[in-house]
């Protein structure tokens, strides 16, 4: 593959409104339990090293003054077990190519965009919640633009997933995923409310597989 085709801690985290419940959300508290958010593949970018800035805004990187390129995309939600309960300390992984098409901390060179955190962690609060900015995502060696996820917590098994932008072509970028599960894995990014002229903002909720 053609290696050219390849964060700021935030503040806003109690003042962002939490995603909605899905419709799956609203039949659990009559008693149904939610399906699980489907597993996709890890991909083979997953870092072999992490940067020293981890933190949930892969927009800033902490002692670089400029930004990323690309639009800040604030994503918000929650992760929820099958009981439709809050999984507090839920331990979340986002990571992301670049503009350039590039996987920062996977040794493979290529254009980077040295003010691209490229991967991020975040706790999900008491109530589930969590946040992140990241980079709108971008397509890259015929794959659709997507966002990969690492998210664990005990007494629930390991979610590993990639989320897609709903309304462009995903032909071939499902790992494998079986055609009825696309639409569970889709997000509609819209622009910001009070935030950068270019941000957009997307929720979704995550429902890891408990007992």
């Known amino acids: 593959m053609n290696p050219i085709l390849r964060r700021r801690t935030v503040r806003w985290l109690a003042a ?7 419709a799956r959300f609203a039949s659990a508290q009559g008693g149904k339990r939610l399906v699980p958010t489907p597993q996709d593949a890890e991909g083979p970018f997953y870092p072999r090293t992490f940067p020293t800035d981890a933190d949930n805004d892969l927009m ?7 930004a ?3 639009k800040p995309l604030y994503l918000t939600g929650r992760v929820l077990a099958m009981d439709g309960s809050p999984l507090a300390g ?6 992301q190519c670049d503009i350039h ?15 691209f955190q490229g991967y991020g962690r975040a706790t999900a ?7 992140f900015v990241a980079m709108r995502p971008v397509p890259y060696g015929g794959r659709p633009a997507h966002l990969h996820f690492r998210i664990t917590r005990s007494g629930a098994r390991t979610l590993t ?16 995923m079986f055609s009825k599960e696309r639409d569970r894995l ?26």
């Open 125 to 131: 609060t008491a109530d589930g919640g969590y946040a």
């Open 90 to 95: 839920a331990k979340l992984e986002l990571w």
């Open 68 to 70: 990323a390129q690309g």
């Open 16 to 22: 962002a409104p939490l995603a909605l419940a899905s």
């Open 186 to 211: 889709l997000v509609s990014p819209e622009p910001a409310t009070g935030r950068e002229a270019n941000a957009l903002a997307a929720s979704y909720n995550f429902v890891l597989e408990t007992a």
């Open 60 to 66: 800033r990187v902490t002692g670089r003054a400029g």
């Open 101 to 115: 098409g590039t996987y920062h901390h996977v040794g493979d060179g290529g254009t980077q965009d040295a003010d």
């Open 161 to 176: 997933t990639q989320l897609y932008l709903k309304g462009e072509s995903a032909e071939g970028g499902f790992g494998g």
